[in-house]
């Protein structure tokens, strides 16, 4: 647990210094940051996704995973928490602080480094993916913050919460699944991304969360295609 905690610390320090360099940042530099970090993280998405050791696999993983989201409004529920969360932490209720929350929350919690990460740490102990991840959550996190204020800061909780009981859960998760089946995870997770980083480049407005249910779907789906002998 101590990669976590280090990981969540990150995100934490990174969104302070976001915070405080802000007000002197204007805002056609605070534009074109998140610009550049949306078109890092499709990098990021795009390097995992090619895990995928079978793109039917991927297709169909995201395919439930999005009907599935759409039905459950998963991002409709995690907007609302961030509205929640803003509506006790800002005064003026731009949007802001939710949009921050959920994008960051997002960007930091559902990546193949993420998944694999967590995985490694819970199982064998080994803890370097998850500080790689850390250090680059640190500056992710400065220059969101520059642009989305203090919702980013807040889902340093996100961190702690879902990294915590993806590390806690692999010892039990990990005997379970083959190394096909967490590489289609990854790859799910690494679409979502792609899908952040092509928000927050201005790109698209997409409900990327309603795409989570994919990582769950993905390793069932490899295993039945592993069964049926297909790819």
């Known amino acids: 647990m101590s990669a976590v905690l280090i990981n969540t610390l990150t995100v934490l320090a990174g969104s302070?210094?976001?915070?405080?360099?802000?007000?002197?940042?204007?805002?056609?530099?605070?534009?074109?940051?998140?610009?550049?970090?949306?078109?890092?993280?499709?990098v990021i998405g795009f390097q995992g996704a090619f895990e995928s050791r079978n793109l039917l696999v991927?297709?169909?993983?995201?395919?439930?995973?999005?009907?599935?989201?759409?039905?459950?409004?998963?991002?409709?529920?995690?907007?609302?928490?961030?509205?929640?969360?803003?509506?006790?932490?800002?005064?003026?209720?731009?949007?802001?602080?939710?949009k921050g929350f959920v994008t960051a929350t997002l960007l930091f919690c559902v990546g193949s480094m993420t998944i694999v990460g967590s995985l490694q740490a819970g199982t064998t102990g080994d803890t370097t993916m998850l500080i790689t991840k850390s250090m680059m959550d640190l500056f992710s996190s400065m220059m969101l913050a520059v642009t989305l204020g203090i919702g980013v800061l807040l889902a340093s909780g996100s961190v702690l919460v879902i990294e915590g009981a993806l590390v806690l859960l692999a010892s039990v998760l990990s005997p379970l699944l083959s190394d096909t089946m967490i590489a289609e995870m990854t790859a799910a997770g690494s679409l979502m991304i792609i899908g952040i980083g092509l928000n927050l480049a201005g790109i698209t407005k997409l409900k990327v969360a309603d795409y989570l249910p994919a990582i769950l779907y993905a390793p069932f789906v490899s295993l039945l295609f592993h069964a049926l002998g297909i790819g």
């Open 16 to 42: 302070f210094i976001g915070i405080f360099l802000k007000k002197g940042i204007p805002e056609k530099y605070t534009g074109a940051t998140m610009t550049a970090i949306g078109l890092f993280s499709m």
């Open 58 to 98: 991927l297709l169909i993983s995201t395919i439930l995973g999005v009907l599935t989201g759409t039905l459950l409004d998963i991002d409709g529920a995690l907007n609302r928490l961030g509205k929640k969360v803003e509506d006790r932490f800002s005064k003026n209720g731009d949007g802001l602080v939710a």
